[in-house]
């Protein structure tokens, strides 16, 4: 049975080994050209699972009002420090997907990269459940899963259905299309397409997300 005590120590690890890259993420770079328009200067962002802070360091150079966190103390230490040699403001801080330290309705836009796979499955919903609660009403949110066609589908020790132990030490879920549809309760599906990401050969099969949060049904009063 996995212990999800084991994460901050994983993602430590992981963030100790692991060169930060130097760009933004592609996709997200995709996303924010999109979506930019819309907002106005300063609207505020969450970086999900910020690792090292790119994403955050370019949001935060579009004119966004950032915060990033990160479950790994590692990761948000270099991310600060990146964002301080380029003179950016961003607000991190180390918090848990399942368990987001923010107020709701706190984010107009809220972006997840290359974190949400590693969840087991309970704890991918209630991470996703937690960004609809942290997005304010018709917020957007970006986030990428893994495919079941993915090359590493399969390989390690099976967790559960769809869920293998990586290499790394921590689970890692692999969605279908279906499973998108049920992951997003009160979301509006805006976008989802099955990528190849990844200089790496054979490169990695992921579902790029784009969703809507969908205000919450007004309560009936009896009487």
Known sequence: ??????????????????????????????????????????????????????????????????????LSPVAIKA?????????????????????????DSSFAVAVCVHMLPYHLRADLTKGVRELRRILQP??????????????????GQQLEPHTFLDPSGLPLHFSSRQEINELLPGFALKRATKLELGANSPPRMAWIIWATKLPDPRMKING
């Open 79 to 103: 991310a600060k420090v990146r964002v301080h040699k380029k003179r950016a403001r961003v607000s991190f801080q180390i918090a848990d997907l399942v368990h987001l330290p923010y107020a």
């Open 1 to 70: 049975m996995f212990n999800r005590s084991g994460l901050q120590q994983a993602w430590n690890h992981i963030a100790q080994q692991q060169l930060a890259s130097a760009q933004p993420d592609s996709e997200v770079v995709a996303f924010v050209e999109h979506l930019s328009p819309q907002f106005p200067l300063g609207a505020s962002v969450l970086d999900v699972g910020c690792g090292q802070g790119r994403n955050a360091l370019y949001l935060s150079q579009r004119g966004f009002a950032v915060h990033g966190c990160d």
């Open 138 to 155: 018709g917020g957007w949110l970006y986030l990428d899963l893994l495919d079941h066609t993915d090359r590493e589908y399969g390989h």
